[in-house]
């Protein structure tokens, strides 16, 4: 006959699950600076490549380089259409400038005024594309040199 685990038991388990469950969780989440580092390093690589590579590469799931943790690479052009998108390959093509978040945020408009300034961050709520809930991101957008438009990637918070 099985002996019954006592509570301290149980509760040891359940803490030890808990704390393995969330720094797997943390180590699937991506932060502001990885954020900037992969928009850096899509810039470079729309210098290397050309943008028509680049963007391909950006929006190719399989591709390590530009999908770590939840963060990924989304490209426009400077009139609002979608080049290149690392987590939903139906936007590209489209032309999202009227695209709103939730809150009314014209979200491609204000990304293209922040990379039009140099660079900068841009806060909303977007839809994670993990778990498909309404969460507030920030991106940063960086202009590109080579090409009429620009490329993000965001943080979820």
Same mark, same amino acid.
């Given at each position: 006959?099985?002996?019954?685990?006592?509570?301290?038991?149980?509760?040891?388990?359940?803490?030890?699950?808990?704390?393995?469950?969330?720094?797997?969780?943390?180590?699937?989440?991506?932060?502001?600076?990885?954020?900037?580092?992969?928009?850096?390093?899509?810039?470079?690589?729309?210098?290397?490549?050309?943008?028509?590579?680049?963007?391909?590469?950006?929006?190719?799931?399989?591709?390590?380089?530009?999908?770590? @943790?939840?963060? #990924?690479?989304?490209?426009?052009? !400077?009139?609002?259409?979608? %080049? *290149?998108? &690392?987590?939903?390959?139906?936007?590209?093509?489209?032309?999202?400038?009227?695209?709103?978040?939730?809150?009314?945020?014209?979200?491609?408009?204000?990304?293209?005024?922040?990379?039009?300034?140099?660079?900068?961050?841009?806060?909303?709520?977007?839809?994670?594309?993990?778990?498909?809930?309404?969460?507030? @991101?920030?991106? #940063?957008?960086?202009?590109?040199? !080579?090409?009429?438009?620009? %490329? *993000?990637? &965001?943080?979820?918070?």
């Amino acid at each position: 006959m099985m002996k019954p685990y006592s509570l301290v038991q149980c509760l040891v388990g359940a803490t030890m699950a808990f704390s393995f469950q969330s720094s797997a969780l943390a180590q699937e989440i991506g932060n502001r600076d990885e954020a900037k580092a992969m928009v850096d390093a899509a810039v470079d690589h729309v210098k290397k490549v050309g943008p028509d590579q680049a963007f391909k590469d950006f929006s190719d799931k399989a591709n390590v380089t530009w999908h770590k @943790k939840d963060l #990924y690479v989304m490209a426009y052009r !400077n009139d609002g259409t979608c %080049v *290149g998108h &690392g987590a939903n390959e139906r936007l590209i093509g489209k032309n999202l400038m009227e695209l709103k978040d939730p809150n009314g945020k014209f979200l491609i408009k204000e990304l293209l005024a922040a990379a039009g300034k140099g660079g900068g961050w841009v806060e909303y709520e977007w839809a994670h594309p993990q778990s498909k809930k309404l969460e507030s @991101k920030i991106t #940063y957008a960086q202009k590109l040199g !080579n090409f009429d438009g620009w %490329v *993000g990637v &965001g943080v979820y918070r």
